[in-house]
């Protein structure tokens, strides 16, 4: 890497031009792509340094020749046995690097830099990768309650992102639901629902789109099909209300809100059942109990074995947090949610965005937006489970963990976004 002081030397007069393309490489993943970058006039670059880097991120160098040969022991890993010179072609100036299989995250900004310890320019290469992924794959997720069969179209490795479209038998595009996108070093991973009437029609399309590319799979769905499905359904659907039941009769416990562990901005109800989120920090003593700076509070009653279950209303709200924490977790400055930090919890952002914090994160597929949510622990199993109390089904669940202190259950109302998140949590009786 060349120190600040060399760039003195641009001052000098011009021995020579770092040329390249004028606009951006477009690659696609797996195959080989050269990256253009020449002297001008044509004079040998034998002699000289040619340092291709990224331009962003801690680690930059590409590749590097230098006194005649090449020294990539700083190389990023990832571009490691990808990268040559046209050494033949060295002699009349050209210093393009080859770049072996293209992955999605070779995608970015590059710096060709030509040093002839008199003089050095540089230029800018933009890389843009496509990737064209996996055919979609389609499952049936089954019937919500108002009779309606839900399908899922699952897709990955795209780049850019892909558009998903849903066309019947009839040609006719059927409305979706919201597109679930993750993006990786192998570009993004693409899910989206569907629901669909039962009606005569019993064909249907997931196309997935990108630019020219396009992968399509057909679904067909037999009469007695759609039947086994909703009986499928209906049988997992009475399996779990027996479940949540049995956890409200046998293990439900009367939780209240602890307001030495409050956060300053929140306000909590006389009777320790709601929490919002207020404008005006408050004047409380900074206990070593007490939030100062996440807007969340604890239970008042810890538990250190057996089994305990609590229901809190999240109606109105478009961001909470919700589950138990250990006794012991950090109570000042940032706080990271995850079981490693001693938090077992869930949440929802922007709306409709659900997320198990497990480390790594868990996107929740929710067929719909849950109002009640159920939390359920069972401390000698290591078990912390979330439940949809309104429609009987399962959220997600933490399994194996390992609890050694006492267990609070866990609040967080998060900010009022100016009024847009200003509905209350709510510690409901478990009837």
């Known amino acids: 890497m060349l120190d600040i002081s060399s760039k003195l030397r641009k001052v000098l007069p011009n021995q020579f031009q770092v040329v390249g393309p004028v606009g951006p490489l477009v690659a696609v993943a797996g195959e080989d792509l050269v990256l253009p970058c020449s002297l001008k006039p044509n004079i040998s670059a034998v002699d000289m340094t040619v340092e291709w880097s990224r331009l962003h991120g801690s680690d930059t160098l590409v590749h590097l020749y230098t006194d005649h040969e090449d020294r990539n022991e700083r190389q990023i890993e990832s571009y490691r046995r990808r990268t040559a010179l046209f050494k033949e072609e060295l002699q009349r100036g050209n210093t393009s690097l080859k770049l072996s299989r293209?992955?999605?995250?070779?995608?970015?900004?590059?710096?060709?830099?030509?040093?002839?310890?008199?003089?050095y320019d540089d230029i800018t290469v933009e890389v843009i990768v496509e990737a064209v992924g996996t055919h979609p794959v389609v499952s049936m997720e089954g019937y919500d309650h108002s009779g309606r069969l839900s399908l899922l179209c699952e897709t990955k490795g795209w780049n850019p992102e892909p558009e998903i479209l849903w066309p019947d038998s009839e040609g006719d595009s059927l409305p979706a639901e919201n597109t679930e996108?993750?993006?990786?070093?192998?570009?993004?991973?693409?899910?989206?629902?569907?629901?669909v009437q039962d009606s005569n029609t019993n064909r249907f399309f997931c196309r997935v789109i990108m630019r020219e590319h396009m992968k399509e799979v057909e679904i067909f769905i037999p009469k007695s099909e759609k039947k086994?499905?909703?009986?499928?359904?209906?049988?997992?659907?009475a399996e779990m209300r027996r479940e949540i039941e049995s956890r409200r009769r046998l293990y439900a416990v009367d939780v209240t809100l602890d307001p030495d562990t409050a956060h300053?901005?929140?306000?909590l109800?006389?009777?320790?059942?709601?929490?919002?989120?207020?404008?005006?920090?408050?004047?409380?003593p900074d206990n070593p109990e007490r939030f100062d700076r996440c807007p969340c509070v604890l239970g008042k009653e810890g538990f250190s074995s057996g089994r305990f279950y609590y229901e809190v209303e999240v109606r109105g709200k478009?961001?909470?947090?919700?589950?138990?924490a250990r006794e012991s977790i950090n109570r000042k400055g940032k706080i990271t949610l995850s079981p490693e930090d001693g938090h077992w919890t869930i949440y929802l952002r922007n709306?409709?965005?659900?997320?198990?914090?497990?480390?790594?994160?868990?996107?929740?597929?929710?067929?719909?937006?849950p109002q009640k949510v159920g939390v359920f622990?069972?401390?000698?199993?290591?078990?912390?489970?979330?439940?949809?109390?309104?429609?009987?089904?399962?959220?997600?669940?933490?399994?194996?963990?390992?609890?050694?202190?006492?267990?609070?259950?866990?609040?967080?109302?998060?900010?009022?976004?100016?009024?847009?998140?200003?509905?209350?949590?709510?510690?409901?009786?478990?009837?």
């Open 102 to 119: 293209v992955r999605v995250s070779d995608e970015g900004k590059y710096k060709c830099l030509i040093d002839s310890k008199s003089h």
């Open 181 to 195: 996108t993750v993006r990786d070093t192998e570009g993004f991973y693409v899910k989206q629902r569907v629901i």
């Open 228 to 237: 086994r499905i909703q009986e499928d359904a209906e049988r997992k659907e």
């Open 264 to 267: 300053p901005k929140l306000i």
């Open 269 to 284: 109800s006389d009777d320790g059942k709601q929490v919002e989120h207020g404008n005006t920090r408050q004047n409380f």
């Open 318 to 324: 478009t961001a909470w947090d919700l589950g138990v």
């Open 351 to 369: 709306g409709d965005e659900y997320e198990a914090l497990a480390d790594p994160d868990v996107l929740l597929s929710l067929r719909q937006k």
């Open 377 to 431: 622990v069972d401390y000698e199993e290591g078990l912390v489970s979330f439940y949809d109390v309104e429609v009987s089904s399962h959220i997600y669940s933490f399994t194996g963990q390992s609890f050694t202190e006492n267990l609070y259950p866990y609040f967080s109302p998060c900010n009022n976004d100016e009024g847009k998140n200003s509905a209350p949590l709510v510690i409901t009786p478990v009837r």
